[in-house]
């Protein structure tokens, strides 16, 4: 078979096509970005390139910088790119996330409120998510020295906080959460982010579900 050209060039920043190309990578989704930073051709002709990961970009999930074919990907052009091009998901993205967030608000807030229980104490005053007891302050202590443990020994952490602030003009409190990760090694790094995606998935389930009850009871008409 006659060699093929190169249609991209060395340190151009390329963009995964969203035709199903995504489906060869095992952590990488349609519109992940990177650069080419290696260029070649395969014993039958067809272009290849060395992509090298955006790893600051939205869209990436912990896939491996490798060699693939140049096929795979688009060019990101430079009126498509802003100062900050890599770090914040398109506007559709935050739009559905932040409607998906205020559904669950809403359905928070639209739950009957269970019998108030007598007053708890100053020292056995507990932590509570969706109306559960979790942990009194001791436990709560407990457990994140425990966890720190378990992370020292670990090979890779996935940490994932909450800060909660009151606002004075509303009764819905801002939460705000951060992520920190940290992995020893990439099988280590793809595993935990598996189980995060997984919990992920469950939570979108979650928001789903109660999208579809709103719906089918007319209240999201």
Known sequence: MERQQHKLKTNQRVRLKADGQDALYPMACAGSEGWIRKQDTDPLGYPMVYIEWDKNHWAYNGEQDRWTFEAHFDPVEENDMSDQ?????????????????????????????????????????????????????????????????????????????????????????????????????????????????RFVAFAMEGLTIDKIHSILQGKDE
């Open 85 to 197: 091009q890599g770090s914040t998901p398109p506007p559709e993205f935050m739009n559905f996330m932040n409607m998906m967030w205020q559904q669950f608000q809403a359905s928070q807030q639209e739950q009957p409120k269970a019998e108030e229980p007598p007053p708890l104490e100053p020292e056995a005053e507990t932590h509570k998510v969706n109306g559960g007891p979790i942990a009194n302050e001791e436990q709560f202590a407990e457990a994140l020295t425990k966890s720190l443990e378990i992370a020292k020994e670990s090979d890779g952490f996935i940490l994932i906080t909450v800060d909660r602030q009151i606002l004075s003009d509303s009764a819905v409190p801002l939460l705000t959460p951060s992520i920190i990760t940290c992995y020893k090694t990439p099988e280590s790094g793809h595993v935990a982010e598996l189980h995060m995606a």
